[in-house]
């Protein structure tokens, strides 16, 4: 066990120490995904702009909300969803879209992580290009309470990681599990916080649980709280953010001491 973990740690600082190789990757993915596109990266804030206008106008008003507190509350909360949908959907191919390279060039498997993190974030990143406008339309308050979104947004990218390391070694050997993992992050969707405020399940105390034990909604709130309120998010989140990350850490040593040899085995 300890050769194993050895290995794996030497794996790991050797894919890191080739950054310029998951950079290069993960960047040329992100550009080969709007490869011949007239509008480029813009379908991104596109895809945003007429997701956000066209259901933003009518849950606000469904829902009894100030459109000009709704619309960067959903704009920013939908940003962070698809970033961990897309973390745990599309980094569980990282190794089965890297087949091809995995079995020519001899490199740690983790390059390919590393190049889906890198694809991933880049995608997240300019999408909140598309938040920075929203929140300039509707004059979102602008603070040194801000920057309280700083670490937040550095532990939603660890678990991000930590989803793609986890996804990508279990669906490399079973096929199944970004089906599964798509369909489950469908139904968390409806019930996380993100097109209705947290407040509305709270106010019941029959549902107040499905906020306060939803991991999902906790990693969105430690960077959607302080973009919106100019102030650092609640305790309980960033304890259950720092839980999550902890449990996903652990999942993640398990999954690699399991599956990591057999990873060319499987594809």
């Keep these: 066990m300890k050769a194993e973990t050895a290995r794996t740690i030497r794996d790991v600082v050797k894919a890191l120490g080739l950054w310029h ?29 007429v997701l956000v206008s066209s259901i933003g106008f009518i849950y606000a008003n469904l829902l009894g909300q ?8 959903l704009t920013i909360g939908m940003i962070l969803w698809a970033y961990l949908t897309s973390s745990i959907v599309e ?36 999408s909140m290009v598309a938040y920075v406008a929203v929140a300039l339309l509707y004059s979102v308050p602008l603070g040194a309470g801000t920057f309280y979104a700083v670490p937040g947004m550095l532990m939603v990218m660890t678990a ?19 089906h599964l993992a798509s369909v489950g992050m469908q139904v968390l969707f409806y019930v996380t916080p993100v097109i209705f405020p947290a407040r509305l399940l709270r106010q019941r105390t029959d549902l107040a649980y499905v906020v306060d034990l939803n991991p999902m909604y906790h990693l969105i ?13 609640e305790l309980q989140s960033y304890v259950a953010t720092a839980l999550v990350l902890v449990l996903l850490t652990a999942a993640a040593a398990i999954v690699i001491a399991l599956n990591q040899r057999r990873i060319v085995y499987a594809l």
């Design 66 to 73: 100030d459109t000009r507190e709704f619309i960067p509350y």
């Design 160 to 178: 991000s990681l930590l989803f793609i390391t986890i996804f990508a070694h279990l669906n490399a050997r079973y096929r199944d599990i970004a």
């Design 221 to 233: 709130e430690v960077v959607r709280r302080p973009l919106l309120a100019n102030g650092p998010a």
């Design 91 to 126: 980094g569980g191919n990282a190794f089965v879209h890297s087949e091809g390279y995995i079995r020519q060039i001899s490199l740690p498997i983790y390059v390919y992580v590393l190049r889906y993190f890198v694809s991933i974030s880049a995608t997240a990143l300019i």
């Design 21 to 49: 190789i998951w950079v290069r990757l993960g960047l040329q993915d992100v550009r080969l995904k709007f490869r011949r596109s007239a509008v480029g990266v813009g379908w991104i804030f596109v895809n945003l702009a």
